[in-house]
């Protein structure tokens, strides 16, 4: 546009740019303005305030193209965009319609050149200036495209492109497009090769997925019998505790009846010195019992020859009185005599029939005593056999409880020694487990390490 413009018509006083121009055509403009405070963004009243004073602007304005690949980059709908580029558009050509004389238009693409995305796509002969990086090579080009084709923008982008300055058209090579286009199909064949090389990996990949989750299951299972396994020990162990309490009680117990057993044999040996004595009493109380029956015997023996005494004394003495009138002195004093010595007789047996009461009364206390000593000890045997039998059925009671003990001793142990044989065999499988994907792990996990590179390679 504009040919008849010289290079000092085109010196900029101020600088604006559209809301949607890049970073890179700002910094360029930042390098050729007079000063910080004649670039900045474009707004009706600044341009017309500017144009006011007498200043000439440059309004630099991005393309429909940009916006396009920006919204279609951003994942927004290109619609609104469209629109509301179209409206930032009118209000630039409508400063531009006023003041033709002092506004220059200029596209960004003049600093970017629209070559740099051909450049990315390997369609681009000559050097190109730097491209925005907010939005990839391929949506550029799909954006150009797409906005050749739509009606609505033609008008505004008509009159943009005849009031603006545009970049010159860049010039391709055939030769070069020959070389891109072999390379294209080079590439082709290179992704329909890497396709068949993952589609194999991915096979690959799943087959050993299956038999990972196959092995993951067994392990699993296997891991679940030694569960069950660990909770019936488990369980057996909480069902065998209250037995094990038991068995420590006994022990308790059988720690407090030891004095008993020392006492009950104690006991034992006093009966049996007491049996002894017992024989030994009862001895002496029959011996006892037969001087008393003798004693007796002769007791009444002597009562009866006192009680025949008596009676002759008595007669004689009667005899006496009727002997006594009629006799003499000499016989009186004989008849005296003979009164004097069975008197003294009489003494005599009654002195002895005196002491062998006195024999009978202490032998009959004896004898008494022998037979409150024996109930005694009857009582004392009685008593000792109840609790010879209480200690011996505690005996029986305790050895049958130390042969529980035993048993549940024992079936601790062997418990204890299955628990142990399982928890060996378990850490053994674990380990082999481990070893064996240990070695094979690299191998194994080859497929998926090759779609993993695969599937991250960037498409060209």
Known sequence: MQDDMTEGALTPRVILYTSAVGQPVIDACRMSAPGPASLAAFAP???????????????????AAETLARALAAGSAPGPALTEWSAAMQQVLAVFRRNRRRVTLLADSVFTSPGAALTELGLQVAPAGARDPAYPA?????????????PELAAVLAELQASSILPAPQAFDLAALDQIAAGLAAQTADQARSAEAH????DEAGLLQEQLSLLQETMEAQAAGWDRQKAALQQRVTELEPLADTADRLRAELEQLRPLTAEA?????????????????EHLHSQTAARLATSESEMAHLQAQLDLLQAALDMQAAEAGRQAAAASDQDMARLLADLRREAEARVAAEV????LRGQ???????????IAARDAMSRLTADST???????????ELEKLRAREAELVASLEQLHAHETELSQALSAEIAERERVFASHSWKMTEPLRTARRLLSRPRS
């Open 45 to 63: 009243e600044a341009a017309l305030r500017h144009l006011a004073s007498g200043e000439k602007l440059f309004i630099i304005w991005h393309g």
């Open 265 to 281: 044999a104690d006991l034992r040996q006093k009966i049996a010195e007491r049996d002894d004595r017992l024989a030994k009493t």
């Open 352 to 355: 002895q029939l005196g002491r």
């Open 138 to 150: 391929h949506l550029a080009a799909l954006a150009d495209l797409a906005i050749a084709r739509l």
């Open 360 to 370: 009978i009364v202490v032998q009959q206390q004896e004898r008494n005593d022998l």
């Open 386 to 396: 109840g609790l010879l039998d209480t200690i011996a059925a505690q005996a029986r």
């Open 199 to 202: 589609q194999a990996a991915l």
